[in-house]
């Protein structure tokens, strides 16, 4: 067109004016008109036709949602913008935009809602408003609504809707967690009455059989046991696991008369750990031999922990070093360490980023579950040995569930059928 | 007495455990403001745990300077270190600086504090090394497949590496991003199990060592 429009410019500068060339004029203009009319043609917007205006469910209050259908207009030109005044306010104009994004964006999909919470398709705009500059949204205030579509200078309301926003005291959306968790629970609780009747098998894990071979060495050697209990404290699962199985160690170390060294970096947890080592000494019937200095605190500061047990282990040369519970970037400093000195090591970490330098510098690893799994091992109480039943028996319902999940993505990627997604979508919303 | 030792904390422990639990399933104002004062009480009772920490520790150091035990003089370093930057906090009021002027507590952290943590941290990196060169000498066939991985995540992840072997960049990727990814989901998904089990065991009171053992 645009060399077109130039030809044009130059011939009739030349002035030439024969009627093949006006001819040709008259065709290259309306052609023009055609393709401009096509270009610029577009769809006329409106208003959502239907929009729904509710307090936010299953939150902590101080928001509204704000749905509509998506409309055929939708695109990157056209924009929406959501505006909310005071609930006696009719006139749209004159409300705060709380919220403005191009029209093919915000969608119910994009948010974590399940299936059963959602009452429309999540094809739908969503978008959630909350308090911003300007305007707080309160809760048990009431609220006028309004949608805007706008393209360029064109801007049109949707009719106002009043909403109140209030919290709720159930969040719906994890009834799914609930359930999972509950079922889960009774489980564990079915395991264990079905273990106190029957005898389970339970296979060997070496890391555990060698606790007894650790502190028989020590006891050899006429040197100390070192037992860690990571870098938490007491609100940590791993770190009750690693003071659950200090009172099978420090039963063992009373019934072989070996000192045991329990330093720690958190004053709740020695205290806590001094009472279970205690008791241990009790159960051994050792009491004289318990010294409540065995527990005792170093500092919280991670660099130092690891300096002041690195002196520990290069001065008292403990021959058998314990590192169970969660730790951070010490974990290779302490045991690298306690290999130089030549003591047995044995580890148990849920920490999977520490595990690699547990399983290169110590004997024995106890990695994840294991770590929650040895009080059962070493007690061999029906009531522990239950529990580990009642995960292996979770295990399997996960990795079923990813094997089907596996082969129903498969399948749908191969076939192109739909209905694959839709079971992949209740496995998504169910996890 | 069994009930103070025993009974009582097994109830708070149901209650509690039970109590933040629900806590978890109800957006309520009322449900996170509950949540946030038992924060504050567990930092609350940290704090006055840590008087016991500190006594726990001078007492160990006190009796090791009284008996002259080996290595006592280390313990002469802890006194010295603590009681000095207590001594210059509570003249410092706490504070690093004041209107832009670096106080004593503000240089015992910045030029003695901060330095020892930083040589400490590094010292990892020599560690590493020690300990990657025990583990990749290849004496069974799993430190084997540890070395061969290791080198072909090595050579992916440098520069020179993936320039030298090309290949290289996505065979370290594949490893990481499958092998690697999927087998720690793996314990990821294990250890979740295995903490909401005991999680269980100890609400329920099934689980009781923590409070010292026993079987009453």
């Known amino acids: ?431 | 007495m069994i009930f103070l030792r025993r009974q009582l904390p097994l109830l708070i422990t149901l209650v509690a455990g039970l109590l933040f639990a629900a806590q978890y399933y109800v957006p309520h104002p009322a449900s996170e403001q509950m949540l946030t004062s038992a924060t504050k009480w567990l930092q609350i009772i940290g704090g006055f745990a840590l008087v016991l920490g500190v006594t726990s520790l001078f007492h160990l150091h006190a009796v090791k300077i009284r008996r002259q035990e080996a290595g006592w003089g280390y313990s002469l370093v802890l006194y010295a270190g603590m009681l000095g930057t207590i001594a210059v906090g509570l003249w410092a009021d706490g504070k690093e600086s004041i209107e832009g002027v670096m106080t004593s507590f503000g240089w015992v952290y910045n030029y003695m504090m901060v330095p020892l943590q930083g040589t400490m941290f590094a010292i990892l990196a020599f560690f590493i090394a020690s300990a990657a060169y025990r583990s990749f000498r290849a004496r069974s066939r799993e430190a084997a497949v540890l070395l061969v991985a290791a080198v072909i995540v090595m050579m992916g992840r440098v520069p020179l590496g993936e320039y030298l072997v090309p290949l290289s960049g996505d065979v370290a990727s594949w490893i990481l991003n499958v092998l690697n990814a999927s087998v720690r989901r793996a314990i990821l998904i294990g250890v979740s199990l295995g903490a909401i089990a005991l999680s269980f065991k100890i609400i329920f009171g099934v689980e009781r060592s923590y409070l010292g053992g026993g079987k009453e």
């Not at chain 1, 009452?119 to 006028?144: F, M, P, Q």
């Not at chain 1, 399997?396 to 739909?418: D, H, Y």
């Open chain 1, 1 to 431: 067109m645009k060399g077109q429009g130039g030809e044009v410019r130059r011939r009739v500068r030349q002035g030439w004016t024969s009627p093949a060339w006006l001819l040709s004029l008259m065709m290259g203009c309306t052609g023009s008109l055609l393709l401009s009319c096509l270009v610029f043609a577009q769809e006329p917007i409106s208003t959502p036709p239907e929009i729904h205006v509710f307090d936010t469910p299953n939150d902590g209050g101080g928001s509204l949602t704000v749905q509509w259908a998506p409309a055929s207009w939708d695109g990157p030109d056209v924009r929406y913008q959501i505006l909310v005044g005071d609930a006696s306010s009719t006139d749209p104009s004159t409300f705060t935009v709380m919220a403005e994004f191009p029209a093919n964006s915000k969608y119910l999909k994009d948010t974590e809602t399940a299936w059963w919470t959602r009452d429309v398709d999540k094809s739908w705009h969503h978008i959630v408003v909350r308090s911003a500059k300007g305007l707080e949204i309160k809760d048990g205030t009431s609220y006028a609504v309004s949608v805007a579509t706008m393209r360029d200078d064109q801007r049109l309301f949707t009719p106002v809707i009043v909403a109140t926003p209030s919290p709720d005291w159930f969040n719906w959306n994890q009834l799914n967690n609930l359930i999972i968790a509950a079922s889960f629970g009774g489980l564990i609780f079915y395991t264990i009455s079905h273990a106190k009747r029957n005898n389970i098998f339970l296979r060997r894990i070496p890391g555990l059989d060698a606790v007894d071979e650790a502190i028989g060495r020590a006891t050899e050697l006429g040197k100390p046991v070192l037992y860690l209990t990571g870098a938490h404290d007491l609100h940590d699962p791993s770190t009750v696991a690693a003071a659950v199985i200090l009172g099978k160690v420090a039963k063992r170390a009373a019934l072989y008369e070996t000192e045991l060294m329990v330093p720690h970096r958190e004053p709740i947890t020695m205290a806590v750990c001094q009472e279970i080592t205690k008791q241990a000494y009790l159960e051994a019937g050792k009491p004289d031999l318990f010294k409540e200095d065995a527990n005792f605190f170093i500092t919280s500061d991670q660099f130092s922990y690891a300096a002041a047990v690195d002196g520990i282990m290069l001065r008292k040369k403990p021959a058998a070093n314990f590192f169970m519970g969660h730790y951070f970037a010490e974990s290779l400093l302490l045991t690298e360490t306690g290999a130089s000195t030549g003591a047995i090591q044995i580890a148990g970490t849920d920490a999977d980023h520490q595990l690699p330098f547990f399983v290169t510098t110590c004997d024995y690893t106890l990695i994840g579950e294991e770590l929650y799994a040895a009080s059962a091992y070493l007690s061999k109480e029906p009531v522990q040995i239950g529990t580990l039943r009642g995960q292996d028996i979770g295990k399997a319902v996960i990795l079923t569930a990813i094997a089907v999940g596996t082969v129903l993505a498969t399948f749908g990627a191969v076939t192109g059928a739909e209905w694959p997604q839709i079971m992949l979508d209740f496995l998504s919303d169910v996890k």
